[in-house]
């Protein structure tokens, strides 16, 4: 069964990075038929993809984050992680990672709650 | 980016009832339209991909149709599970977007 988890801070300081790392289970990151994506909800809003990252490093991004985002797998530890930087308190949001089989959102973590404040 | 449009935003209705919901994309798309359910505190889950492709383990009630630009999500008999948020998502040209949902809720 797969499964993927998030983790990190739940509590970012506006103009700090925000970091989050997504554990795989059931499946390897390095398994050539799955890229590698996280996608966020704001409180009471839509779903914003943010970017993926393929097994060989390679990454895509949404432009209106691309600026300030990054995405980075670990084979090794079979994980993703995400950093965004000099957030906001527009960067409040639940944060998915979720495995993108072509183009199609099949497996979603639960959701990490981050809340931007001092 | 391509922008996706649902009609309605919300709507209500009955156990029993057939329900429709509409995903229009800015630009064609083809068939790579998927379709999401999201129940209250849960993360999105995959219905429909490739715009009529039923994912495994979703029941044969809901079905979807469309090509091109205009795509439809059907619930045959509405059942009480099925009270949710749906949304649409391309898959056509990154950035992958989403539409701004539909809310099925108890008439």
């Known amino acids: 069964q797969v499964q993927l988890q998030e983790s990190g801070p739940g509590l970012v300081k506006p103009s700090e990075t925000l970091s989050l790392t997504c554990t795989v289970s059931g499946v390897s990151v390095d398994n050539g038929d799955y890229y590698w994506s996280w996608i966020r909800q704001p409180p009471g809003k839509g779903l914003e993809w943010i970017g993926y990252v393929y097994y060989s490093g390679h990454t895509n991004y949404n432009p209106s984050l691309k600026s300030r985002v990054s995405i980075s797998i670990d084979t090794s530890k079979n994980q993703f992680s995400l950093n965004l930087t000099s957030v906001t308190a527009a960067d409040a949001a639940v944060y998915y990672c979720v495995r993108d089989a072509i183009w199609r959102f099949d497996t979603w973590g639960q959701g990490a709650l981050v809340t931007v404040s001092s | 980016d391509i922008q996706m449009t649902q009609s309605p935003s919300s709507l209500s209705a009955s156990v029993g009832d057939r329900v429709t919901i509409t995903c229009r994309a800015s630009?064609?798309?083809?068939?790579?339209l998927n379709w999401y359910q999201q129940k209250s505190g849960k993360a999105p889950k995959l219905l429909i991909y490739a715009a009529s492709s039923l994912q495994s383990g979703v029941p044969s009630r809901f079905s979807g149709s469309g090509s091109g630009t205009d795509f439809t999500l059907s619930i045959s008999i509405l059942q009480p599970e099925d009270f949710a948020t749906y949304y649409c998502q391309q898959g056509y040209s990154p950035p992958w977007t989403f539409g701004q949902g539909t809310r099925v809720d108890v008439k």
């Open positions: 630009q064609t798309i083809s068939t790579s």
